[in-house]
């Protein structure tokens, strides 16, 4: 019955001493805080980082799991600062001892025979070096190690390490240094970052290269004697140089990491879809780029697996430091006028309408659409054409007539379901939505694309890997998608590109003025979006779809995976002749010829009209349609006109005389009229037909 009694209780003291070490441990938990602030990260889809932010202080503090730093480094560390971290409970009693003994023998503090624990309990909570400072650090350590176990403590450590300046942990270290992350390092560099802590002011390479390396050489030195480096390998480390500059921290895809970061609680690490070999190349073809543009034109690409809408890279600008260029915004997402990238979805909407296909025959000339008057771009017309070479060719009133048919506010809803941001100047849908009387952004003209590369779905492009993938958005019937993305294919390749590059489908635009220049394009695996301009929204002489935007789309498409599109079946229903009944496509009623492009009309003198003139009064000359300037010519022989008066003619004598007007392409209108003067006014007859027409 003792032995029992006794066994209670010492099971109730232990238990009290549990209990009272449990309520210490809640009553004053360690300051964790620091690892909770840490630099948010932003990471690719292989987990690399992107870019980091600094801590809510001001400090780069970036968190690493010890198995993703070099296991050299790892074995270094605990050989120099605790080779029994994985045997004792935090605090280490033989360290103790040794450090109390060495003490007392020479009357100076010669090992402060500190954990890797306790060294991180001060660097949670820094005080002087204190007696009393050092028993708190012993209860943290316990504390830690209780907490966080061996592998908390030393990831928090890899993570807090001073490593100099505003730089914390091996990650923030080897990142600044050496320009890599820890996870492959030699061991010179290993055996700097485990010096760097014991002195982080005084031993910072840029700025005392001499005393890093002799801190450095000693730990190697000590390396050496335990056993991790041979004679050569410590002689090839001594001989290695000290970095004397500081890197800056990795800094890609800028605008979509600060973006995404802005939503993240602090010490995130965000994760992306990019794939970060091709975002970091498609930064140096930008910044390459802007060296042929002027400032402050700019540039934006758009790389997206069109499958799963998931974004491979995004450069919002070409040079995000660059202010001459408004580098800070985000131009991928920037709203602006589409130029003609919208053709092939209104044409694609008239073949799902069946109302017109591929094959349908349109006539390419001048009409006026109620006040509307479209133009070619080279102002010119090509007569009877298909919608197939009409979209090849991108002309103008091919497209608008296609979009009367179907209505400007069909073309706008059916895109805004889709998830097809557009933003009208007007109150409501116009028919110069088709030629980028609009604005859009972007994403939006990719993912609009992306259903034609796909079977006619929309699937909104997303960067982030958690998020789960929407539903796609039907926009065109598969058949349609997989016919424009057919004839988009045949869109001759931009000047300079040599006939051995890839084959993609791809539009261009132009928008007004030129102030933004598009080139959208894709293949079997991407859609790729470029633009092209100034982010103030002013005109520029190189802001073209052709010239400009789109040979930097091939210039991108070239760093992507080669993922041909399959051709489509040769019985395709839209790519053979059309139906007897859309074998064309006229205007609709309200549609008409401008006047300018009939010929010219005179509207005064009025044909087979008896003038009477004053003495020296002359006749005013009036015309309408054709196109400016006009000549005049009386009896077939020319009259010498004023530039800048109104044209008018003095007869000079009486009778008849044959009027006639020629246009600038050579087209006529002629009359016949007579002159009198009033003075000779004969009678005239108030029954007569004609008051102009004297009585015989």
Known sequence: MPAFRRT??????????????????????????????????????EGELLRAFPSPEGTW????????????????????????????????????????????????????GSTLTMQLARLLEPRPRTLSAKLLEIARALQLEWRLGKSGVLAAYLALAPMGGNLEGVRAGSLAWFGREPRSLSPAEAALLVALPQAPSRLRPDLFPERAQRARDRVLERAFRAGLLDAADLAAARAAPIPRTRRAMPFHAPHLSERRARDAPPGSVVRTTLDGALQRALERLARAELDRLPPPVDLAVLVVEHATGAVRAWIGSGDWADPRRAGKVDLVRAVRSPGSTLKPFVYGLAFDAGIAHPGTLVRDRALRFDDYAPQNFDRGFEGDVTLREALIASSNLPAVLVADHLGPWVIAERLSAAGIRLVSPASAPALPLVLGGVGTRLVDLVAAYGALARDGTVVEPHDDPLRPAGEPIPLLAPPTAEALAAVLAEVPRPAGIPASTRRIAYKTGTSHRFRDGWAVGFDGGHVVGVWVGRADGAACAVCNGPGTAAPLLFRVAALLPDRPRAPPAPDHPLLGPPPPALARLAPRGLARVPEREQPPRITFPVDGSLLLLGEKEAVPLRATGGRPPYRWLVDDRPLALPRRAPPSWSPEEEGFARLRVVDALGRSDAIAIAVERREKRRAFSPTSPSRTRPEP
């Open 61 to 112: 503090r970036l968190l690493v799991r010890p198995e993703d730093v070099d296991p050299f480094y790892r074995a270094l560390l605990l050989a120099v600062e605790d080779r029994r971290f994985f045997s004792h409970p935090g605090v280490d009693p033989l360290a103790l001892a040794r450090a109390l003994y060495q003490a007392l023998r020479h009357g100076r503090i010669v090992s402060g």
């Open 8 to 45: 209670l209780a010492v099971s109730g003291a232990i238990g009290a001493a549990v209990l009272a070490l449990l309520a210490l441990d809640r009553a004053f938990p360690p300051p964790l805080e620091r690892l909770a602030t840490a630099s948010t990260l932003v990471v690719d889809r």
